[in-house]
C-alpha cells in the first residue's frame, strides 16, 4: 500500500512566493520581517541553530528562510501527513501568517462545514484531525478552508482596525 504524503518543498514555495523581503514597518503586527520570518522567531533560530548567530534578520537569505521553516515549522507539525499537498499548502502558508494554533481552528472548522461526523475546534492538529483532513473530499476542504481564513483575517482586521488598509492583501491571501 503505497501512502501519500505532502512534501515540504512545494509548501515552502508558496510561503515563499507569498511573503515579502525584508520589511520594518511599525503598523505590521509582526514586525520586522523577512521572507515571513519574524524577529522573534529569527531570535529563537539563533538560540537553536549557529549559522544565524551574529547575523541580523536584515541579512537572512532565501535559504537560510526555508532551513528556519523547515526546523521550526515544517518538521514540529504533522504537515507531512497531510495527504493533499494543496491542503498542506494552504495550511501551511496560513500558519506562517496567522500562526498555527488560528490556522488549525480554520481547519477544524472547515472540516466541521464539510463533514457529517465533527471534530473539537481547539487549535490542535492531531491525529484525529489529520485523519479527518484525510478523509474529506480535498476541493470542497480548500474551499472551507479559504473562506475560514477569510473569516479569521475580518476577525483579526475587527481586533486591529489599524490593519484595516491591509484586509484586500489577507482576503487575496486566504483565496490564493
Known sequence: MIIDMSSFEPAVEVVLSEEGLYSKSPSDPGGETKYGITLKTYLRAQELFPQFRNTALKDLTVDGATFIYQKMFWDIYPYSEIDNQMIANKL???????????ATICLQRALNSINHIKIQVDGEIGSLTISAVNASDSTALLNALRYEAELAYKAIVIAKPELQKD???LLNRADA
Not at 501551511?92 to 488560528?102: D, K, P, R, Y
Open 92 to 102: 501551511f502558508s496560513l500558519a506562517i501568517n496567522m500562526g498555527e494554533h488560528e
Open 167 to 169: 484586509l484586500h492583501g
